[in-house]
């Protein structure tokens, strides 16, 4: 993912909104993820816009050239904000969240296709399928992304075992379950979710994908209903996951919704250029 850093805005001794920047890395080097919360009772004024100016002179230090934000909820005050400021909506998000209690069991009740075997891990993928598991998370680039600027990553071995340390660095529990093709030992396909040790109740689901040869039998809602068993048998207080998927991926979403996934409201990926933004000045927010 890359660096991150956050800045706070107080109203007198109040802290009253919250800036989280990510600045990615490698084919997203050029892009400053942003996420600006303000508290309801400090809306409209011009706290969100204001504590937004103070994160740019840290994006332009840092080379990027484009501000992207991935958490508009539809319909929520921030989308008529990012409007104003000139933000331009480049992706649906479609959330969907599987409130364990509330969930059917037997929708879980998969057997693994024929002529494949499951495979699951904590922390760190085999060494004997770390290759491959490599190829199938590229599987993930065939999901569509709108118009953001935002690219997949390119993963190799190397790039798999980064991105676990990172996790590990971030006290992320990260499980993975694998679909293996028996004839020839490949992933062919895999989910991932993670769990913080301090918020053992709620999971987080990554990349799930199925490499382009093996889609067909089923494999992804396969994986996601291995991988929801095996947490709630080691995790009994998780009492929910949540997942969001791209609007036009309607495939992982009904996959999500067959397995007990409900919707909730979406969300707007927005988009402005670093010198569109600058030259704006402030606005009320």
């Known amino acids: 993912m890359g660096d ?23 084919e997203n080097a050029g892009i400053g993820l942003v996420d600006v919360v303000v508290h309801p009772a400090a809306r409209r004024s011009g706290i969100g816009t204001a504590l937004l100016h103070a994160v740019l002179p840290e994006l332009r230090a840092r080379d990027r050239r484009s501000v992207e934000g991935w958490q508009v909820v539809a319909g929520s005050a921030g989308e008529p904000w990012a409007e104003a400021l000139g933000f331009r909506p480049v992706r649906t998000i479609v959330r969907q969240a599987l409130v364990v209690a509330e969930a ?55 790039r798999v075992r980064a991105a676990e340390a990172e996790a590990r660095s971030q006290g992320l529990e990260q499980r993975t379950v694998a679909a293996v093709h028996e004839e020839t030992g490949d992933v062919a396909g895999f989910t991932e979710v993670c769990v913080h040790p301090r918020r053992p109740d709620w999971g987080y689901q990554r990349d799930t994908a199925v490499v382009a040869g093996h889609r067909g039998p089923g494999l992804g809602r396969c994986v996601k209903a291995h991988m929801i068993r095996w947490l709630l048998a080691e995790w009994p207080g998780l009492r929910r996951i949540s997942t969001t998927t791209g609007a036009e991926n309607a495939h992982m979403i009904r996959v999500n919704r067959e397995l007990g996934f409900s919707s909730l409201p979406a969300m707007i990926a927005v988009q402005l250029d670093l010198d569109a933004l600058l030259s704006r000045g402030t606005r009320r927010a």
């Open 104 to 158: 059917d069991r037997s929708r879980w009740d998969l057997t693994v296709p024929v002529g494949y075997r499951v495979v699951r891990w904590a922390d760190a993928a085999p060494d004997a399928l770390l290759d491959s598991y490599a190829d199938a998370r590229a599987a993930i680039h065939d999901a569509p992304l709108g118009d953001s600027g935002y690219q997949w990553p390119a993963w190799t071995a190397e």
């Open 4 to 26: 991150a850093a956050q800045w706070v805005a107080y109203r007198g001794k109040e802290l009253v909104a919250f800036a989280e920047v990510y600045f990615l890395d490698a």
